[in-house]
């Protein structure tokens, strides 16, 4: 099957840190700041976003690689953006670069790589 996908698109979202979104809450440590696997969560997301309006029904991607780095903080209440670009396609794999950060700083940066499956033969 042909996808109907180029590089180049992109993605982003905005969120607010929530107590349930902190290492403390989650379990990844005792810091009340963004935690990396919600913080990676987001970022796949994103990605998943960024070309589920470009497969056809029935199609959706599923996440097989991160490569991350989390190099600052969020505290609770504060709002961070994630970004990504569909940077390489190869046949059903698609790798993106992908960004989190606030106005004064990167807090996450990386690739991500998906792959388009055909929902029900993924599921069976």
């Not at 992109?10 to 990844?28: L, M």
Request: charged residues 25%.
């Amino acid at each position: 099957m042909d996808f109907d996908l180029k590089t180049g698109l992109k993605h982003s979202v905005e969120r607010i840190v929530a107590y349930k979104d902190t290492a403390a809450s989650f379990g990844s440590g005792l810091v009340e700041v963004l935690a990396t696997p919600v913080m990676i969560g987001v970022m796949e997301g994103t990605c998943a976003a960024c070309v589920q309006p470009y497969l056809p029904e029935g199609y959706s991607t599923v996440g097989t690689h991160v490569n991350i780095s989390h190099r600052a903080a969020v505290a609770v209440d504060g709002t961070y953006c994630t970004e990504c670009e569909l940077i390489a396609i190869d046949r059903k794999k698609l790798t993106f670069s992908v960004r989190t950060y606030t106005d004064e700083k990167t807090i996450g940066e990386g690739t991500h790589e998906r792959f388009i499956i055909d929902v029900s033969k993924f599921i069976k």
